[in-house]
């Protein structure tokens, strides 16, 4: 059943995963008793709900951004919260703990590619449940949480089948609010049991290929590469397993969007000048970011798309998660000076 949408509301809330990223930046990823050289460092906002409230205020988003999450009562969590407010973001449903450091992850990032890997400590995210968020006290038209799989309390499955998140989600939907999720990208094989209790509560699913493969069952690549018709079997599978509104697939080379009505959109990525990549942390969240900017304001998801693309290549630009994020008229001019995929 969709949620019955009120005109009034306004507004995104993200919840979920709140993480200072401490990124270096290596000369190349070493094999293991093996050395490599850290060329330079710097702290970032990670984590999806973090990213993406900075990244849509930097965008220009005018619609209020809320914040909800669990952080540690410490010098990180009091970053966070210091961040946010620097960017007009509400933090009134933040909590903070005394059980627990606020999470945080040592990303490795290669200087030349762009790769990084990341090595996390779950810290409060692992504390963080449905209690701490109350959808009922907000009139924000728009709930969004991420990342399932690296949140403890919302990922796991009760006796009677469901989870933290879906029962998070489902309570949003009661609420007025449509939902999203995003996901991480986890070597596991958990996806579809995490997943299949709320997909049925989720309007917008917007994942990368790899993610859209685990919890869909489908290998959507053909010699490596995310091919169109695979990843249209995939998201056609996730609106069977109950996506209400739209499943989004993100990729390297573009995107493609299926609805619950069958329609589907497609749309290339940005073409990146060479050098132009100084670290690919955060690019998933500017593109839901994007996404979910165009989503909020009822654009054509053709629209939507391309807005996306361009705020994942303009983060591509620097290798922190949203230090890379421009106004959205600079981020749509560069990718109409570049082109398109």
């Not at 403890?152 to 609420?175: F, V």
């Not at 249209?232 to 969007?257: F, M, N, Y």
């Amino acid at each position: 059943m969709e949620p019955k949408i009120e005109s009034p509301r306004q507004g995104i809330i993200a919840a979920g995963s709140w993480i200072v990223d401490h990124v270096k930046m290596i000369d190349r990823f070493p094999a293991q008793d093996t050395l490599a050289t850290i060329e330079s460092s710097s702290d970032g906002s990670g984590g999806s709900p973090y990213n993406i409230l900075i990244d849509l205020a930097k965008l220009g988003a005018t619609m209020p951004l809320h914040a909800a999450g669990l952080v540690g009562d410490d010098a990180d969590g009091r970053k966070i919260l210091g961040d946010c407010a620097a960017h007009g973001i509400d933090t009134s449903a933040m909590r903070t703990t005394r059980d627990a450091d606020t999470s945080y992850t040592d990303v490795m990032t290669v200087r030349e590619t762009g790769r990084r890997t990341f090595f996390h400590c779950r810290g409060a995210n692992a504390l963080f449940d449905e209690s701490h968020v109350d959808p009922d006290a907000t009139d924000a038209k728009h709930f969004h949480v991420g990342y399932l799989l690296l949140l403890d309390r919302l990922d796991e499955i009760a006796p009677d089948g469901t989870t933290g998140a879906s029962r998070l989600l489902k309570r949003a939907s009661e609420a007025g609010m449509l939902t999203s999720v995003d996901l991480v990208s986890e070597d596991s094989d958990r996806f579809a049991a995490v997943m299949a209790p709320a997909l049925p509560h989720i309007d917008f699913l917007i994942i990368n290929e790899l993610e859209a493969a685990r919890t869909s069952g489908v290998d959507v690549t053909i010699n490596g590469k995310p091919d169109a018709a695979k990843l249209t079997v995939a998201a056609e599978r996730l609106i069977d397993a109950g996506v209400r509104r739209w499943v989004i697939i993100h990729h390297p080379d573009g995107a493609l969007a299926r609805s619950g009505k069958g329609e589907i959109v497609e749309h290339g990525s940005v073409r990146l000048p060479d050098g132009y990549i100084r670290g690919a942390a955060g690019a998933g969240d500017a593109f839901a970011a994007g996404a979910l900017l165009g989503i909020h304001d009822e654009l054509p998801m053709e629209r939507c798309m391309k807005i996306a693309a361009c705020a994942a290549a303009a983060s591509l630009g620097d290798p922190t998660c949203t230090g890379g994020i421009l106004p959205l008229e600079e981020c749509l001019r560069f990718g109409q000076t570049h082109g398109f995929r």
